[in-house]
């Protein structure tokens, strides 16, 4: 079955900072794709990037970027030079190919509060 | 629409009302997703429609849910006898295909309380 674990469970920066948010998870497939998606205090959901297994390549748009490490069944998101709109929770998830339901499998969500 | 739509965006319900939530999807969009997201939790798996069909309804957590997509488009998730345990958001998603592959596109959900 699949899992996702995102340890960190709150982080505080203050603006300007870089901060990166943890994300592993487990899965037996060969074939899965990686999510990360943003919950600002309005509540819906906001989509930010999907991986797929094959590609280990690391992703940069803005100040974001992505990491992703097969080898440690890592997902980390790092955001550069944070702001203060960027508070928020953050969501890692994890779809596997082979499922069905096509469901995405979510993280505990890590809460950002970027301080002025 | 623009994107996903939920409605209502709040509900509050006495213990043992039965109550139903409306999710209109994106035009076109061929999947549609339930997810439960508990107060400070990940959102988690309840229901998946590919058109018509529900496909997968094992993340539903007792008979007392049940949801429905009867032309393909809108859909129902209704909770009979609700009880305080189901207090929490809702959310709708619709993806364009049923592929893992295809991002989801989230309503803004409707937060359920019961009292």
């Known amino acids: 079955a699949q899992k996702v674990t995102q340890a960190q469970t709150e982080i505080s920066v203050v603006e300007k900072e870089d901060v990166t948010l943890d994300c592993v998870y487990e899965t037996r497939d060969t074939t899965y794709y990686l999510f990360w998606y943003k919950q600002p205090p309005s509540g819906e959901l906001v989509f930010l990037i999907r991986r797929n297994s094959f590609d280990e390549q690391n992703e940069i748009s803005g100040r974001y970027s992505w990491n992703f490490q097969k080898s440690t069944s890592s997902f980390n998101f790092t955001i550069t030079a944070s702001q203060v709109v960027d508070s928020a929770v953050y969501f890692c998830?994890?779809?596997?190919?082979?499922?069905?339901?096509?469901?995405?499998?979510f993280g505990g969500g890590t809460r950002l509060m970027v301080k002025p | 629409g623009a994107g996903v739509s939920q409605s209502p965006r709040y509900k509050v319900a006495k213990r043992g009302q039965d109550v139903a939530l409306r999710c209109d999807p994106i035009s076109g969009h061929v999947s549609l997703f339930w997810y439960q997201q508990a107060l400070g939790q990940g959102p988690e798996f309840l229901t998946y429609f590919q058109n018509e069909a529900q496909l997968d309804k094992s993340g539903l957590p007792s008979d007392r849910f049940f949801a429905e997509r009867p032309e393909g488009s809108v859909s129902t998730l209704k909770i009979q006898r609700t009880q305080q345990e189901d207090s929490a958001v809702y959310l709708c998603?619709?993806?364009?295909?049923?592929?893992?592959?295809?991002?989801?596109?989230f309503g803004p959900g409707t937060r359920l309380t019961v009292l």
């Open positions: 998830a994890l779809s596997e190919d082979n499922n069905a339901g096509n469901m995405l499998t």
């Open positions: 998603a619709s993806s364009v295909a049923g592929s893992s592959y295809n991002e989801q596109f």
